[in-house]
Antibody, heavy 123, light 107 residues
Framework: EVQLVESGGGLVQPGRSMKLSCAAS????????MAWVRQAPTKGLEWVAT????????YYRDSVKGRFTISRDNAKSTLYLQMNSLRSEDTATYYC????????????????WGQGVMVTVSS | NIVMTQSPKSMSISVGDRVTMNCKAS??????IAWYQQKPGQSPKLLIY???NRYTGVPDRFTGGGYGTDFTLTINSVQAEDAAFYYC?????????FGGGTKLELK
């Protein structure tokens, strides 16, 4: 059974950093691209970042470029999102997703989602 | 960037009714969209990909259609468990933008 379990969320002050993790199991992690999607309270879904299966290619939405870094450790079957210079508008539930498409061909198809982890940016 | 616009924002339907919701892309995206369902308190789930392909395990009352800029998600004979938000997403090329969502409520 595919499982994606996010951790590392919580309350953080504006301008500070936080690192999210996503532990994957039930599939060969190193064969799949992965992504982060967020959802602000009572708002819709917003794609944040994507990483290729081997970590060699990464993609970000404009509002997080230069502040967020997506990475992975295939030996540990774990996805990460390092978030720096956090802003109040980054407050959201962050979902880890598996990509059954192929980002090298531009295709992102998010077939499994974690339960999400809440990040609150506030002083 | 391509903008995905969903309509209506919300709809209230009776069990057994047929409902259609819309997703409009600001540029031609071919058939490269997916639909997701998000029930209250849950993570989103993939329903439809490449505009009209039902994902594994999705009931056949869910049907996707459209090409280019205009897409639809139709639910035939809506069930109580279909109450949820529905999101479309462009699935080809970054940024992989979501629409704003349609909330389906049951009367």
């Amino acid at each position: 059974e595919v499982q994606l379990v996010e951790s590392g969320g919580g309350l953080v002050q504006p301008g500070r950093s936080m690192k999210l993790s996503c532990a994957a199991s039930g599939f060969t992690f190193s064969n799949y691209g992965m992504a982060w999607v967020r959802q602000a309270p009572t708002k819709g879904l917003e794609w944040v970042a994507t990483i290729s299966y081997d970590g060699s290619s990464t993609y970000y939405r404009d509002s997080v470029k230069g502040r967020f870094t997506i990475s992975r450790d295939n030996a540990k079957s774990t996805l990460y999102l390092q978030m720096n210079s956090l802003r109040s508008e980054d407050t959201a539930t962050y979902y880890c997703t598996r990509d059954s498409g192929d980002v090298y061909y531009g295709l992102l198809l998010q077939d499994y989602w974690g339960q999400g982890v809440m990040v609150t940016v506030s002083s | 960037n391509i903008v995905m616009t969903q309509s209506p924002k919300s709809m209230s339907i009776s069990v057994g009714d047929r409902v259609t919701m819309n997703c409009k892309a600001s540029q031609n995206v071919g058939n490269n969209i997916a639909w997701y369902q998000q029930k209250p308190g849950q993570s989103p789930k993939l329903l439809i990909y490449y505009a009209s392909n039902r994902y594994t395990g999705v009931p056949d009352r869910f049907t996707g259609g459209g090409y280019g800029t205009d897409f639809t998600l139709t639910i035939n004979s809506v069930q109580a468990e279909d109450a949820a938000f529905y999101y479309c997403q462009r699935i080809y090329n970054s940024p992989w933008t979501f629409g704003g969502g349609t909330k389906l409520e049951l009367k």
